[in-house]
């Protein structure tokens, strides 16, 4: 299958750092792309709909000035934690949805962010 | 809740007997998967079921899915202590979300 690539794996950092994440298409070109977080034992919820070009779609509850998310080009989706703080440490996998008539979903490997 | 309800949310087997997982659901879907999840890992997608399926069959998995009922079934037949993981099932809705189920862990005694 196609594949979905995250950067970084694993990050650490401090509060109040902004962290970006992010998210590739290697082999294909992906309109839309998806941001979800999975907390840990649970399952994962989807934060927002990433349209290339547009604005992002985000679900209740997900506040947009915390994670920011650009769609720049059709491989290339960044989702920024803004300011983060403990309660944002996370597991957050995106995944793409391919162009055309075939609509697959590929997910990526994950990020486990740590904010200390 | 975005989420749909998957029962067991856990269940310990001995290896060789079989696990069942469920999944309820609560809008129209195009299509129903399953995906695997080892501890603090990526998801493996398991098998997908089209809306107009009632059961598919990959390996030691069978899956179901009753529309009317809003529900779909995962068999693993033989379980083997490797298959211990996180299963989710997830919809695929009219608007190509993708929503994930609470997720059943299973662990399998070797």
């Known amino acids: 299958g196609a594949v979905v690539s995250q950067h970084p794996s694993r990050v650490i950092c401090k509060s109040g750092t902004s962290v970006k994440i992010e998210c590739r298409s290697l082999?294909?070109?992906?309109?839309?792309m998806f941001w979800y977080r999975q907390f840990p034992k649970q399952s994962l919820m989807l934060m927002a709909t990433?349209?290339?070009?547009?604005?992002?779609?985000?679900e209740q509850g997900v506040e947009k000035d915390k994670f920011l998310i650009n769609h720049a080009s059709l491989t290339l989706s960044t989702l920024t934690v803004a300011s983060a703080h403990p309660e944002d440490s996370s597991f957050y996998i995106c995944s793409a949805r391919t162009s055309g008539g075939r609509n697959e979903q590929f997910f990526g490997p994950g990020t486990r962010l740590t904010v200390l | 809740s975005q989420q749909g309800e998957e029962d067991p949310q856990a269940l310990s087997i001995q290896e060789g007997e079989n696990a069942t997982m469920n999944c309820s659901y609560k809008?129209?879907?195009?299509?129903l998967q399953w995906y695997r999840q080892n501890s603090g890992r990526g998801l493996v997608h398991l098998i997908l079921i089209r809306s107009n399926e009632r059961e598919k069959h990959s390996g030691r998995l069978r899956v179901t899915l009753d529309t009317s009922k809003k529900s779909s079934s995962l068999l693993i037949t033989a379980s083997r202590a490797a298959d211990t993981a996180s299963y989710f099932c997830?919809?695929?809705?009219?608007?190509?979300?993708?929503?994930f189920g609470a997720g059943t862990r299973l662990f399998v005694k070797a």
């Open positions: 082999d294909f070109q992906a309109t839309t």
């Open positions: 809008t129209s879907i195009n299509n």
């Open positions: 997830a919809v695929r809705t009219g608007g190509f979300k993708t929503i």
């Open positions: 990433s349209n290339e070009g547009s604005k992002a779609t985000y």
